[in-house]
């Protein structure tokens, strides 16, 4: 049972990672994962580590709206915990901005369901690194400042998190802090260089720069990390328009 649980996490972690994975792949390691943990929840195999990466599972899958009730009922369960107040807050952020791309009316509830979780999160942690993310990325559109300082935060308790740099290298590019978004995306990519859009982002920076070759190299240098059809087909747009 614990070797079966244990190639589950493996095998989330890695599509997680995404180092090689072409995302049929990806996706097929996190349905495996799935899988087993389901398996191992009904068996009741380390439930509360079971049922949190099942529902973590989900989130990384899409699955937003599979994830908020999994976690929605983890909250009845463990009321004080700190992590199902994040990773909740986290799918409703994923479903605020779901809403807000389809236009559709709820966009609004769930940003303040989002917003109280979060909230509620770091009132029993301060400082929790997973809220201050997800809540940075809820204010991003609304409270540049705002989600600044919570990326801010979050690197101080982690400061080699690159999913946080690139983060703040987003946020400070958006408040036109060129620089600094340069040197927060170029940190992300010494610590971990296998991600697309850390590639596509300094791209980005490059071009505000002026520097249209250096932006050229990581526009490709993304392209060959397997991102989405409609963002590979941009980036190419992109490589293509810079002489």
């Not at 107040?85 to 605020?96: R, T």
């Not at 980005?204 to 240098?221: F, L, N, S, V, W």
Request: net charge neutral; aromatic share 6%; charged share 25%.
């Amino acid at each position: 049972a614990d070797m079966l649980f244990l190639r589950a996490l493996v095998q989330h972690l890695e599509a997680l990672a995404r180092i090689g994975l072409e995302p049929e792949e990806r996706v097929r390691r996190l349905e495996a994962a799935l899988a087993i943990y389901s398996q191992a929840l009904d068996a009741r195999w380390h439930f509360y580590e079971c049922w949190m990466l099942l529902s973590r599972c989900q989130l990384d899958r899409g699955m937003i709206d599979q994830a908020i009730g999994n976690f929605e009922v983890g909250l009845s369960v463990y009321p004080k915990d700190p992590l199902v107040h994040a990773f909740l807050g986290e799918a409703l952020v994923g479903a605020a901005e779901r809403s807000e791309a389809a236009g559709r009316p709820d966009a609004a509830t769930h940003r303040s369901a989002a917003a109280a979780r979060l909230d509620r999160a770091l009132e029993l942690a301060p400082g929790h690194v997973p809220a201050l993310l997800a809540r940075a990325r809820l204010r991003a559109g609304r409270d540049l400042a705002g989600a600044t300082a919570d990326a801010g935060r979050a690197l101080e308790a982690n400061p080699r998190s690159p999913q946080t740099l690139t983060l703040l290298a987003l946020l400070r590019l958006a408040g036109g802090d060129v620089e600094g978004a340069l040197h927060a995306a170029s940190q992300s990519i010494e610590l971990r260089s296998d991600g697309w859009e850390v590639y596509a982002l300094r791209g980005q920076i490059h071009e505000r720069r002026g520097d249209p070759r250096r932006a050229k190299t990581d526009y490709q240098k993304a392209l060959k990390l397997f991102p989405p059809p409609d963002q590979a087909k941009r980036l190419g747009e992109r490589v293509e328009s810079i002489e």
